[in-house]
């Protein structure tokens, strides 16, 4: 069974950087996987932010970044903000029409 | 605007069933891929069902294969799940979800979600 693991949780400075990362149990992530990066605060349903590794979905502000950092995918907040406070998980495509959820990663902003 | 909007939960009992729709306007939903993602109280987003745009296959997680089947129906605009021999992990808010690729093309996320649909699975 794969895993696809995430930090637990960050806390960032409003206006600081924060990187986000999403490996597997075993192997790397590449840009086959398509990562793709989700954003959601309590009792909300989740909001799309990134995919296909760094494409950012319509609407998200460019503060949000995608990318391959060694054997991870990556998201890195750039001038967090406080809506930025959020749960943030990734998604990889493992093989035909299967997908894979991260553990989520927690974000602060204080 | 895209709308996707679940409905169909509620309490069942453990070994029961349930039906959950998800009504969907705002796009060619005979052109799209289609997921169920659950998000069990407190806990994370998993991957549950996709269906090809086309209907022609369905993909299932391991742990609701052989009990959940996914389906949808182009003249009602509609994605369902079945989901039979309901356990109490399958308690969780069911988001209905559009893949972001047109016919097909291999992209590999989903695009919007709906707001979700509770099932609660308890005696």
């Known amino acids: 069974q794969t895993v696809v693991t995430q930090e637990p949780s960050f806390s960032v400075s409003p206006g600081g950087t924060v990187t986000l990362t999403c490996g597997l149990s075993s192997g790397s992530v590449s840009t086959t996987y398509f990562p793709s990066w989700y954003q959601q605060t309590p009792g909300q349903a989740p909001r799309t932010l990134i995919y296909s590794t760094n494409i950012r979905s319509s609407g998200v502000p460019d503060r949000f970044s995608g990318s391959i950092l060694g054997n991870k995918a990556a998201l890195t907040i750039t001038g967090a903000q406080a809506n930025d406070e959020s749960d943030y998980y990734c998604?990889?495509?493992?093989?035909?029409?299967?997908?894979?959820f991260g553990t989520g990663t927690k974000v602060t902003v204080l | 605007q895209v709308q996707l909007v679940e409905s169909g939960g509620g309490v069942v009992q453990p070994g029961g069933s349930l039906r959950l729709s998800c009504e969907a306007s705002?796009?060619?939903?005979?052109?799209?891929?289609m997921y169920w993602v659950r998000q069990a109280p407190g806990k994370g987003l998993e991957w549950v069902a996709f269906l090809r745009y086309d209907g022609s296959k369905e993909f299932y997680a391991d742990s609701v294969q052989g009990r959940f089947t996914i389906s949808g129906d182009t003249s009602k605009n509609t994605l369902y799940v079945q989901m039979n021999s309901l356990r109490a992990e399958d308690t969780a808010v069911y988001y209905c979800?559009?893949?972001?690729?047109?016919?097909?093309?291999?992209?590999?996320?989903?695009?919007?979600w709906g707001q979700g649909t509770l099932v609660t699975v308890s005696s």
């Open positions: 979800a559009k893949d972001g690729g047109r016919d097909g093309y291999n992209i590999n996320y989903i695009d919007y």
């Open positions: 998604m990889l495509y493992m093989r035909a029409g299967l997908y894979v």
């Open positions: 705002g796009f060619t939903f005979s052109r799209y891929g």
